[in-house]
């Protein structure tokens, strides 16, 4: 009895891991033709260990298309095969204009249809956010990629229309990530709150100062990761200090002037 109760709870213990998804969020700073090789090698080592990885910042012009199809290519030489897309460039004004970036592992997850940049808002919304729908198992969920407007420019006035998403979107399984520019803790996030979602982290710096005081290295809380709770359950989460692998941090800022999110969703 007792060897049969044992090798249920193995079971039961397989069959959880087995469930569950690791997802990154990375606004890498200026990705494109200032990364150089070496670098990119660097980001697909931090990488090569999640399902799917979403990306902010890849600059409008062929080098950031082409990073990241460099990127999936280191990727692909750690030992699984990944695919990625990239977005079109969103409709700001040219120096505000960027690209988005998904890349994902398809032994994982199948990409559902075509992924687009919502056009609800784009008077409203300055880098308008980039959707992709993915099938884990039997299970859809979609990722809402966003790199909202500076802290200076007040990136609450465009994060709050993000409460309309869920009502335009109702059949769909919304998760909201990225750099919003902003701490969790702003009352611009509480109308998604009140319609269940939770953000990941909490009191979570993500972006990297320009020198360390007193080996604290960074400066705000901008990344993060929105969920419904009422869909998701998180059994894991954190943040990876890459910069700890460099001798200064203005080497590290060089991969960029934030650091990786990740969430792993049952």
């Known amino acids: 009895m007792m060897r049969i109760w044992f090798t249920f709870l193995l079971f039961f213990h397989v069959a959880i891991v087995c469930s569950q998804i690791k997802i990154c969020s990375w606004n890498i700073e200026n990705f494109g033709s200032s990364k150089s090789d070496s670098a990119i090698q660097f980001m697909a080592e931090v990488l090569k260990d999640f399902d799917v990885v979403a990306i902010q910042e890849v600059v409008v012009n062929g080098s950031g298309t082409k990073a990241v199809a460099q990127l999936a290519d280191n990727l692909n030489r750690k030992g699984a095969k990944w695919d990625y897309i990239v977005s079109e460039a969103t409709q700001g004004s040219a120096y505000k204009s960027e690209r988005y970036a998904f890349l994902w592992k398809p032994s994982k997850v199948t990409k559902l249809g075509e992924a687009w940049l919502d056009q609800n808002f784009v008077e409203e919304i300055q880098r308008e956010p980039f959707f992709c729908t993915f099938r884990y198992g039997k299970k859809e969920f979609t990722l809402v990629n966003f790199h909202a407007k ?117």
Not at 194 to 223: H, P, W
Not at 231 to 247: A, D, M, N, S, W
């Open 150 to 266: 500076t802290k200076k420019q007040q990136p609450e006035t465009e994060i709050k229309y993000f409460k309309f998403f869920p009502d335009l979107y109702p059949n769909l399984n919304l998760i909201f990530l990225g750099d919003f520019n902003c701490p969790q803790k702003h009352t611009v996030f509480n109308p998604l709150k009140k319609m269940g979602y939770e953000s990941v982290f909490q009191n979570q710096k993500t972006s990297l100062r320009q020198k360390c005081i007193n080996d604290d290295c960074l400066a705000s809380e901008y990344d993060n990761v929105f969920y419904n709770r009422n869909r998701f359950f998180i059994t894991h989460f954190g943040v990876i200090l890459f910069y700890e692998q460099f001798l200064s941090l203005n080497e590290s800022r060089e991969i960029s002037d934030h650091i990786p999110i990740w969430v792993q969703i049952n």
